[in-house]
């Protein structure tokens, strides 16, 4: 199985930056993809960003596009989001996932991190 822990999580005032990151342990395979998914309070957990086990593909929300970039160390088993820019709209808990691509597009990983809270001040 699959474990997934994030960190980097904090407090950033607007316009500021962190570094999310995701180490997978347990079983992984190469088929899989790992992405990003936020939730605000009250809200739907929605989807922000992915990327192949090759790291040659990529997808980001549209609110992200040009702030966000993700990426992974396979040497590390470890996935990172660097968030730029950031906006107070951006506050929420992220969480990692990966499972087979459509799977963690639509939303419906198999394995999950404990998230890691980023709150951004205005």
């Known amino acids: 199985q699959v474990q997934l822990v994030e960190s980097g999580g904090g407090l950033v005032q607007a316009g500021g930056s962190l570094r999310l990151t995701c180490v997978a342990s347990g079983r992984t395979f190469s088929s899989y993809v790992m992405g990003w998914f936020r939730q605000a309070p009250g809200k739907e957990r929605e989807f922000v960003s992915a990327?192949?086990?090759?790291?040659?593909?990529?997808h980001y929300a549209e609110p992200v596009k040009g702030r966000f970039t993700i990426s992974r160390d396979n040497t590390k088993n470890t996935v990172y989001l660097q968030m730029n820019s950031l906006k107070p709209e951006d506050t929420a808990v992220y969480y990692c996932?990966?499972?087979?691509?459509?799977?963690?597009?639509?939303?419906?990983?198999?394995?999950w991190g404990q998230g890691t809270q980023v709150t951004v001040s205005s």
């Open positions: 996932a990966a499972d087979l691509p459509e799977a963690v597009v639509s939303g419906v990983a198999g394995y």
């Open positions: 990327i192949s086990w090759s790291g040659d593909s990529t």
